[in-house]
């Protein structure tokens, strides 16, 4: 299984991902989450990146092809990977298309989550994340049972960065100037399949995995 999920900040991908991984036993490969190591970890990379994450732009394609091929080289990526957050401009389509024909595993499917913007925007300013084992909670629609602890693993939560009123206008906006595009581009290649990203994260996930098993 080798599929990109795309959609919006906050339509689910993350969370999606989560139960993918767990149903096919491949990796999910976030350049979000792999930025924010290098970032918690001070690398250069970090440091490159953390300004224009922290504002809701796009940190250069470069960097990011740079951890991506890093990353699939990785030899659990061998049965296949969920990209989650990537590729997120044309330019990082092509490459990765580029390069998973270099390696002769082509892509099954980019599997587009669609919300609309109103949830997009509740669901991104209530977002709290466990820092130990990345259970995702919600203020408004998931909230934990105890205030600032993970339901999950006892975890503190933490609200992203990023997570602000101003750079989640600038991530919506980037993401419909920039990697809305990319819809067209897996539709063109007939690799497109598309769920609706609202209703309980289990009835969406059903919704997926049918879109998956159709082949
Ligand atoms: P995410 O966790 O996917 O929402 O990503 C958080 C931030 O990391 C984004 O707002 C970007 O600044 C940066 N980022 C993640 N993936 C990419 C990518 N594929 N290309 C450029 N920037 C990225």
């Known amino acids: 299984m080798r599929i990109v999920l795309l959609g919006a ?38 440091q490159q990146a953390k300004s224009v994450m922290e504002s809701g732009g796009l940190v250069s394609d ?7 091929e890093e990353r699939l080289a990785r030899p659990d990526t061998a049965d296949g990977f969920i990209l989650d957050g990537f590729p997120r401009t044309q330019v990082q389509a092509e490459a990765l298309e580029t390069l ?41 629609t998931a909230p934990p049972a105890m205030e600032g602890v993970c339901d999950k693993c006892g975890g503190t939560l933490r609200h992203r960065a990023d997570d602000n009123e101003e750079a989640i206008g600038n991530r919506l906006r980037t993401y419909e100037t920039q990697t809305a595009p990319l819809v067209d581009f897996y539709r063109e290649r007939g690799k497109l399949k598309r769920v609706k990203g609202i209703g309980e994260v289990s009835q969406i996930f059903g919704q997926i995995t049918r879109a998956l098993d159709q082949g």
């Open 9 to 46: 900040p906050g339509s689910g991908k993350g969370t999606q991902a989560k139960l993918l991984i767990e149903k096919y036993g491949v990796p999910q490969i976030s350049t979000g989450d792999l930025l924010r190591e290098a970032v918690a970890a001070g690398t250069e990379l970090g």
């Open 100 to 140: 998973l024909e270099r390696l002769g595993q082509p892509l099954d499917c980019a599997l587009l989550i669609e919300v609309d913007f109103d949830i997009l925007m509740q669901r991104l300013t209530g977002r709290l994340t466990c820092e130990a084992c990345g259970q995702m909670f919600n203020r408004f």
């Open 62 to 68: 470069d960097l990011v092809l740079g951890i991506i």
